[in-house]
Nanobody
């Protein structure tokens, strides 16, 4: 059994910062790419940022320069540092990871979601 557990969401004022964390646990052989997505009601889930095992990153254009994704491979944890938050960043943020289990089967996993609300 593998699960992703997110933490760090909340309510902040515009211009402030917030950091999300997501830890993978369970019967894990290896964790490959990890990513953050976000979704607002009525819209499709969109990629925020992705990071490879080696630390290579990609960002959605609207997040470049404000958001930073990082990971701690020893802890199977991915982070999202969000700076200069705007009201339009309000969304549910989901952690995503491609994980190989101890049975050597690869699967795509999602966290439970963390609500981030940015007030103006």
């Amino acid at each position: 059994q593998v699960q992703l557990v997110e933490s760090g969401g909340g309510l902040v004022q515009a211009g402030m910062s917030l950091t999300l964390s997501c830890a993978a646990s369970g019967s894990i052989f290896s964790v490959n790419d990890m990513a953050w997505y976000r979704q607002v009601p009525g819209k499709q889930r969109e990629l925020v940022a992705r990071i490879s095992t080696g630390g290579n990153t990609i960002y959605a254009d609207t997040m470049k320069g404000r958001f930073t994704i990082s990971r701690d491979n020893a802890k199977n944890t991915v982070y999202l540092q969000m700076n200069s938050l705007k009201p339009e960043d309000t969304a549910v943020y989901y952690c995503n990871a491609k994980i190989v289990g101890v049975d050597f089967r690869s699967a795509n996993y999602w966290g439970q979601g963390a609500q981030v609300t940015v007030s103006s």
